[in-house]
């Protein structure tokens, strides 16, 4: 509690609550308005965060990524458009409420599930990232690597594309972050002679084109306006007793789900709001009410995904290893501070870690204060010329990419990366992969062979500790039990149409 | 025959993964006990190998449902784009932040459908004077300053 208090006394300064409330404003616009996701916005504002002290840029990034999630409800229930990806099951009952007239109670219902969850999230993130990182203290080479590859696994598995696309980009990710000096020799890698290479392929740059100039370039291509809004007047926002009473246990349910999952490799967010979607149905008395305009379908996967949302944040800080597209943004926003995220993040830097912690509670206060009264503000953001926003944001992250090293190269390498992904998200081909592979690249790489450094070469060691024993049996379920489900469920398949065949003849 | 999309994707996987081998038999393997700079990038390029043949294996199987579309006006504004962000690459350093960031402005302004010269001219002026001066000045950043005199 001492410590909450003293993450209180740096959140609560007046640039500190300036940065969460500026962050809680912009993850709200991106989460609004479709097309540039929270990833995008956090790799468009990554340099401008240089000039401001670590916790402060940290707070501020912290807020657009959980911000975003607060705004993307807002076009789903409004224009059956989410504005981020997460809202598109909110879309089926939350437009068909807004159809019914009941579009204020929907909002209303999204922002205070939003805020529980986001409430009890970070009560959860407080108490598993300790117990992470204390957990960790007693991790070694083995069990990093054993980490490392058990999280692609995962990635590649979870992740929305096909399993070899995941697995196409990991493996290119990982193969861009060997170029440079290496980890422990020192000795230059696949420079190709060019001195500027020497120093490694920035992930910055990287970043800021896989999802900020790939996100513009979409845009680009697309140019559809945004369609007309209809107005929610003030009084229409508050929900019915009956509306709050059925969606109080979706809400907790929501919450209790998505915490958890949020700590999974992979698009937990997402995922976290078709599996509460899928389970509210499942406990619903009255199924068929659901895509009709069931507040429980609102309800219960708002409450979730903002739940994993902060849950996504735990491995980030207690392991230094992130797991998402969007949380490697902000390891990236951490290490250009010169600050380390890992198991000695809470001891070393604890005016970074609890400060975040605590600006957190304040940034979900903010968030709901700002989101459903001013719901019809938020609505005219998508008012504004989008030929306006496009120029803006390009400009923004070729000077931004320019201006973390003053080097002209990473220019060319933002370009690259941008056009890149935007070729391999319309083949629907999903960038978090390629983004892990290049952070989690390095950390694999030196373990291995501190590993076999350690153990004189024997591979046991991968299997030699309690722990990495567990990861490695996780590992090779992830691998090999898809597999196995795919041959049972033919096999049942064949079973069930020999009766038939039979039948037939 | 066209070949399909995904399929060139998984091939250039192919060749990168093979070139990539080959720029890596410079560095030395080691051995178990003492691993060298060239042991983990070798595996790599083997794991890179063989995801991309069943890439192109599961691409021949899924059919020609997938069809880049890059022929058409929303492809066209998009290369543009793409030819701006280069040419803004190639001046920012010999004609200094503002000229690149009007050259860059005034492209996309007009890719995204500005007509008239003088809004563009306008728009323009104020985005690269507010982005230098937002960097340069607020920030910090040293932009080059190119052939722009301050």
Known sequence: MDLLSYGFSIALTPANVLAALLGALVGTAVGVLPGIGPSGAIA?????????????????????????????????????????????????????MALKGRAGAALTIAGVGSFI?????????????????????????????????????????????????NLLLITVGILLSTVGQDPL?????????????????????????????????????????????????????????????????????????GFPLGMIPGPAPLMSTYLSYALEKRLSKTPERFGTGAIEGVAGPEAANNSATTGTLAPLLALGLPFTGATALLLAGMTIQGVQPGPLLISQHPEIFWGVIASMYIGNVALLLLNVPLVGLWVSLLRLPQALLVCLILVFTVIGAYSIRNNATDVYVL??????????????????????????????????????????????????????AVMMAVLVLVIVLPGFIRIARSRSIARRRIPDEQAVH | ???????????????????????????????????????????????????????????????????????????????????????FAAALPSLGSIPAIFLLSAISLFVMGWRSWSALAGGSLVISLSVHFLFASLLGSSLPQGIWPW
């Open chain 1, 44 to 96: 468009i504002l990554l340099p401008a965060t240089l000039a401001f002290p670590p916790a402060t840029s940290l707070i501020m990034l912290a807020g657009i990524f959980y911000g975003s999630q607060y705004g993307g409800s807002t076009t789903a229930i409004l224009l059956n458009m989410p504005g981020e990806a997460t809202a598109v099951i909110t879309c089926r009952d939350g437009y068909q």
């Open chain 1, 117 to 165: 969850a986001g409430t009890l999230g970070v009560v959860g993130l407080t108490v598993a990232t300790a117990a992470i990182a204390e957990a960790a203290l007693a991790f070694g080479p083995p069990e990093y690597f054993a980490l490392g590859l058990l999280g692609l696994a995962f990635l590649s598995r979870l992740s929305s594309a096909a399993p070899w696309k």
């Open chain 1, 185 to 257: 020799t020192g000795e230059a890698r696949f420079t190709l002679g060019s001195v500027g290479l020497l120093s490694g392929i920035s992930l910055v740059p990287v970043l800021m084109g896989v999802y900020g100039i790939a996100e513009v370039l979409a845009v680009v291509k697309e140019r559809s306006g945004f369609p007309h809004i209809a107005s929610v007047k003030l009084r229409d926002l508050l929900p019915t007793r009956d509306e709050w009473r059925t969606s109080a246990l979706p809400i907790a349910r929501g919450t209790l789900l």
């Open chain 1, 415 to 468: 370009i690259c990366s941008g056009v890149v992904g935007f070729l391999l998200r319309s083949l629907d081909f999903d960038m978090a992969p390629l983004v892990l592979g290049m952070v989690l690249g390095p950390v694999m790489e030196e373990n291995f062979r501190r590993s076999l450094f350690a153990s004189d070469g024997n591979l046991l060691i991968f299997v030699g500790s309690p722990i990495s």
């Open chain 2, 1 to 87: 025959m066209r070949a399909h999309p995904s399929f060139i994707v998984a091939g250039a996987g192919l060749a990168l993964a093979v070139a990539y081998l080959l720029v890596g038999r410079e560095y030395s393997l080691g051995t178990l006990p003492a691993p060298g700079p060239g042991l983990f990038p070798r595996g790599l390029g083997v794991v890179l190998a063989a995801v991309s043949v069943w890439g192109m294996r599961q691409s021949l199987q899924s059919g020609p449902a997938e069809v880049l579309q890059v022929k058409t006006d929303g492809g066209t504004r998009t290369a543009v784009v793409v030819a701006a962000l280069l040419v």
